[in-house]
C-alpha cells in the first residue's frame, strides 16, 4: 500500500548532498566552479558505483529524515550513470527507509525524452510517500537565447527551454503530480531587463505557478528570481528588489528579499 502524503517517520530532518560530480557543462558568470579548474582543493571526478551504494545504504544509520540531493557545485545530470544511479537509489527507498525527500538541482541542458520519463516514473512509484520526490529545480537564468550565452557562458538557451518544456508535456500527459518544477532567475546586470519576459512565458506553460523572490516554500510550481550573491551584496540586492517590483512583485520597502539561509 501507497503511503500517503504527509505521513512521518521522524519529527526531525537533515539536508545531505551526495554530489555524483563536480564537474559542470556550462560556464555560468555568477558560478565560482566556472573560475577554477578544481572545486575541492583536488581534480574533478564523477562519483563511483560503489561510493554511491555504500553511501545510500549508509542513510540507514540516520535517525532524523534525510532530505538527498545528488548535487552541490557540480552538474549532476552530466556523470556517465545518472540515471543508473538515481533509479537505484529509489529502488532500495521502499517505504522511505532511507530518504524522505529527493530533490534535484540541474542546468537542463542534458536532459532527453528518456530521462523526463524516468524521473516521472521515480517519482511516482508505488511503495514511496507520494511527495518523495519533492521538486526538480532548474537553474536557467535567462529568457533569450543571446542573453541564456551571456550569463551561461555557453550556447544552449533553446535546447534548455525545449528539455523543460517537454518535461513539462510528459508530465501534463501522464497526469502526474510530482515532482513540482521550480524555475529559477538569478537577477543581475546583463539579464535584468528579461525578468518580464522569463515570467510571462513560465506562467503560461507551468501548473498554476507560484512566483517569489525568496526560497520557494510552498509544494507548487514555482518561478524563483534570486538576488546575485557577490562582492557588492548591496548593489546586486537593489537590482533584486527593483526587478522583482518592476514585473509586479508585492515585496518588502527596505532590506534584502530573502532569507539569509536561502540557496
Same mark, same amino acid.
Given at each position: 500500500?501507497?503511503?500517503?502524503?504527509?505521513?512521518?517517520f521522524?519529527?526531525?530532518?537533515?539536508?545531505?548532498?551526495?554530489?555524483?560530480?563536480?564537474?559542470?557543462?556550462?560556464?555560468? #558568470?555568477?558560478?565560482?566552479?566556472?573560475?577554477?579548474? /578544481? &572545486? =575541492?582543493?583536488? @581534480?574533478?571526478?564523477?562519483?563511483?558505483?560503489d561510493?554511491?551504494?555504500?553511501?545510500?545504504?549508509?542513510?540507514?544509520?540516520?535517525?532524523?529524515?534525510?532530505?538527498?540531493?545528488?548535487?552541490?557545485?557540480?552538474?549532476?545530470?552530466?556523470?556517465?550513470?545518472?540515471?543508473?544511479?538515481?533509479?537505484?537509489?529509489?529502488?532500495?527507498?521502499?517505504?522511505?527507509?532511507?530518504?524522505?525527500?529527493?530533490?534535484?538541482?540541474?542546468n537542463?541542458?542534458?536532459?532527453?525524452?528518456?530521462?523526463?520519463?524516468?524521473?516521472?516514473?521515480?517519482?511516482?512509484?508505488?511503495g514511496?510517500?507520494e511527495? #518523495?520526490?519533492?521538486f526538480?529545480?532548474?537553474?536557467? /537564468? &535567462? =529568457?533569450?537565447p @543571446?542573453?541564456?550565452?551571456?550569463?551561461?557562458?555557453?550556447?544552449?538557451?533553446?535546447?534548455v527551454?525545449?528539455?523543460?518544456?517537454?518535461?513539462?508535456?510528459?508530465r501534463?500527459?501522464l497526469?502526474?503530480?510530482?515532482?513540482?518544477?521550480?524555475l529559477?532567475?538569478?537577477?543581475?546586470?546583463?539579464?535584468?531587463?528579461?525578468?518580464?519576459?522569463?515570467?510571462?512565458?513560465?506562467?503560461?506553460?507551468?501548473?498554476?505557478?507560484?512566483?517569489?523572490?525568496?526560497?520557494?516554500?510552498e509544494?507548487?510550481?514555482?518561478?524563483?528570481?534570486?538576488p546575485?550573491?557577490?562582492?557588492?551584496?548591496?548593489?546586486?540586492?537593489?537590482?533584486?528588489?527593483?526587478?522583482?517590483?518592476?514585473?509586479?512583485?508585492?515585496?518588502?520597502?527596505?532590506?534584502?528579499?530573502?532569507?539569509?539561509?536561502s540557496?
Open positions: 500500500m501507497k503511503p500517503k502524503s504527509g505521513d512521518t521522524r519529527s526531525m530532518s537533515i539536508n545531505i548532498n551526495l554530489e555524483l560530480t563536480d564537474h559542470c557543462n556550462i560556464k555560468c #558568470t555568477m558560478c565560482s566552479q566556472s573560475m577554477r579548474d /578544481d &572545486a =575541492h582543493g583536488m @581534480p574533478k571526478k564523477f562519483m563511483n558505483w561510493t554511491w551504494k555504500d553511501s545510500l545504504h549508509g542513510l540507514s544509520d540516520i535517525e532524523e529524515d534525510v532530505h538527498l540531493c545528488p548535487h552541490w557545485l557540480g552538474e549532476p545530470t552530466i556523470h556517465p550513470e545518472f540515471d543508473k544511479f538515481v533509479e537505484y537509489a529509489f529502488a532500495i527507498n521502499q517505504g522511505n527507509r532511507l530518504f524522505r525527500e529527493f530533490k534535484l538541482h540541474t537542463g541542458v542534458v536532459f532527453s525524452a528518456a530521462r523526463s520519463k524516468l524521473l516521472l516514473r521515480l517519482a511516482n512509484s508505488p514511496q510517500l511527495d #518523495t520526490f519533492r526538480l529545480h532548474f537553474s536557467v /537564468d &535567462a =529568457h533569450s @543571446p542573453v541564456y550565452k551571456l550569463i551561461k557562458g555557453a550556447d544552449r538557451g533553446e535546447q527551454y525545449k528539455n523543460i518544456e517537454r518535461f513539462l508535456k510528459i501534463d500527459e497526469q502526474l503530480t510530482w515532482p513540482k518544477v521550480t529559477a532567475y538569478v537577477v543581475q546586470p546583463g539579464n535584468d531587463h528579461e525578468a518580464r519576459d522569463f515570467l510571462e512565458h513560465w506562467q503560461m506553460r507551468l501548473r498554476a505557478p507560484a512566483v517569489t523572490y525568496d526560497w520557494p516554500s509544494l507548487r510550481d514555482t518561478i524563483y528570481f534570486r546575485l550573491n557577490c562582492g557588492d551584496q548591496d548593489q546586486a540586492d537593489k537590482l533584486h528588489a527593483d526587478t522583482c517590483r518592476a514585473i509586479g512583485m508585492d515585496v518588502p520597502d527596505t532590506g534584502r528579499l530573502r532569507a539569509a539561509e540557496f
